[in-house]
């Protein structure tokens, strides 16, 4: 019997390590990228073989590694880093929301310190953007957990794992039923940890001569897994957000080599003699060739490392001029020259795989354009791409919070402020929020907020014959019960303050001040120069409610 490595929840026996399943002749179904493995009638019987998926998953990382070093890749993946993990002011990076917990207000407390806690494990403040990037360009990171001697002290460090030395496995434990038909029983799961990588040898001898790859088997409770949540339905490998910019990455780069060279060779105008060799023989003849061009080659060339110019008339190669001999005495010896390239300023081709290349990495084209300026206008101008942006940052950033909601389950668990079956419930009522510097929201906000006041400035007249104030507060503001009572409290309570802003005289001021702020304001291109809409117009009196 083979025991793991690191630490667990309680004291658990080899027996309580396997997860009982309902019984079913379908393994579970696990999305995280694990390697399935079958066991036989003893679990701990049997051989890993590591040579299929993993090593196709160490290729897959060199290979996401590689292309992030390409100048377009890496400005695209700093743009996406930038926009998940904002660097605006003092405010932290990311907070907890715990107002849909339904629970004490100390406990909250504790939850938000602990949560506190866990950023400073993290480093979160310093490493955030190298945590994100390193997540987005591996398509997974690795944590492993360490406590101390009493798990109640909680987590005491994280130490990231190298992504291509470790790998989850999951043990299907299977057992035949009378009528022969194999019915899953457990699943163990656990990580399989190699220090040296589970990298493929070169060649056939150095694979016979080193020694197999061992692994230690490491807890499942010791080590955090956050992966992208994309893979390859077929294998079920995890697959980086970075796997749609292979192909265009790849032709880009061969493109963009074809074209250098395509201009090197061509760009340049060279000379053709015709040398008039009459009857000689051939050997003769391309000897007087020869003579004739070294007479009149002359090849200075300037040497950068000794600084001394030295002649290289031996060298000739084929951006030089060209020799041809000429017979029969039609023509005497003739110069004539070889136009250049006349199409080398073409670049339609480069430019659509740099923009195939750009949505496959979902970013705004014009985000790359450098003659694109930065617009800071209405959004109904924004393009469709910053909404579509937009949309995939908020998806890898609810991905990427798998990793507070791991380490934070881990804590509470381990420091005894929860109970490990009571996480599933207090996780859907947890959230994060990120810091944001995006204008566009803030645009967004505005305006959906200035068109609603003025449709609910519109129905003034209809109020109490055709609409109610609570209609208009459901149906055009879209507020909630609580938010109406709310509401109602809050100008009840002005009312009591001031009652002077509820008079006719107080709203006729109010009014006349608000047309005097909007008169000298200066109104953006394109935008309605209409007034605000008046405040005060169908308020409702606090006191008859």
Do not use: C
């Amino acid at each position: 019997m083979i025991n793991l490595f690191g630490w667990q929840f309680g004291k658990k026996t080899a027996t309580d390590e396997i997860e009982s399943v309902a019984h079913s002749i379908v393994a579970p179904d696990i999305d995280d990228g694990t390697m399935q493995v079958s066991a036989a009638a003893s679990y701990y019987g049997y051989y890993v073989d590591m040579d299929g998926t993993v090593k196709d998953e160490i290729q897959a990382i060199s290979k996401y590694r590689e292309i992030s070093l390409y100048p377009e890749v890496d400005i695209a993946i700093q743009d996406i880093v930038n926009e998940a993990i904002p660097y605006e002011d003092d405010s932290p990076l990311v907070e907890i929301a715990l107002d849909r917990l339904e629970v004490s207000d100390p406990i909250k407390e504790i939850i938000t310190n602990e949560f506190k806690g866990v950023l400073s494990l993290l480093k979160f403040s310093e490493k955030a953007s190298d945590l994100f990037r390193r997540w987005y360009v591996d398509g997974r990171i690795y944590f492993n957990v360490l406590t101390g001697k009493n798990q109640k002290d909680g987590i005491l460090e994280l130490r990231p794992i190298e992504s291509t030395k470790i790998k989850k496995v999951a043990e299907i434990l299977k057992e035949k039923d009378p009528s022969g038909v194999e019915i899953v029983k457990g699943v163990k799961e656990y990580y399989l940890y190699s220090q040296s990588g589970f990298v493929q040898q070169p060649n056939l001898a150095q694979q016979q001569n080193s020694a197999p790859q061992a692994g230690a088997r490491l807890s499942q409770d010791s080590v955090i897994y956050i992966p992208s949540g994309f893979m390859e339905q077929n294998t079920g490998v995890v697959l980086s957000y970075l796997q749609k910019a292979l192909r265009p990455a790849n032709q880009l780069r061969m493109l963009e080599d074809a074209v250098v060279i395509y201009r090197m060779s061509r760009a340049p105008e060279r000379r053709i003699f015709y040398i008039d060799v009459g009857n000689l023989p051939k050997g003769k003849a391309e000897q007087y060739v020869k003579d004739i061009m070294n007479r009149y080659r002359n090849k200075l060339v300037y040497d950068t490392k000794t600084g001394e110019v030295r002649d290289d008339k031996k060298y000739m190669s084929m951006m030089e001029d060209f020799w041809m001999p000429r017979r029969d005495g039609n023509k005497g010896t003739e110069i004539t020259t070889l136009q250049g390239g006349q199409n080398l300023g073409e670049l339609a081709d480069v430019e659509y795989f740099q923009n195939k290349l750009y949505n496959a990495l979902n970013i705004p084209i014009s985000r790359m354009m450098p003659e694109t300026g930065f617009s800071m206008g209405r959004s109904t101008e924004i393009s469709r791409d910053e909404v579509k942006f937009q949309k995939f940052i908020g998806k890898i950033r609810r991905k990427f919070s798998e990793l507070f909601f791991e380490i934070l389950r881990t804590q509470l668990i381990l420091k005894g402020i929860i109970a490990e079956d009571e996480w599933d419930e207090i996780k859907e009522s947890i959230t994060f929020r990120f810091q944001k510097d995006n204008f566009f929201a803030e645009l967004k906000n505005n305006e959906i907020l200035l068109q609603r006041v003025q449709t609910a400035q519109a129905t003034d007249l209809m109020l109490g014959k055709y609409f109610s104030v609570e209609w208009v507060a459901k149906n055009v503001f879209m507020q909630s019960d609580e938010e109406i009572k709310e509401m109602q409290q809050q100008m009840a309570d002005e009312y009591d303050t001031h009652p002077w802003w509820f008079t006719a005289e107080g709203m006729y001021e109010q009014q006349q001040q608000m047309a005097l702020q909007q008169s000298m304001m200066s109104m953006p291109p394109g935008q309605d120069d209409s007034l605000p809409p008046q405040q005060g117009q169908g308020m409702p009196d606090p006191s008859q409610q």
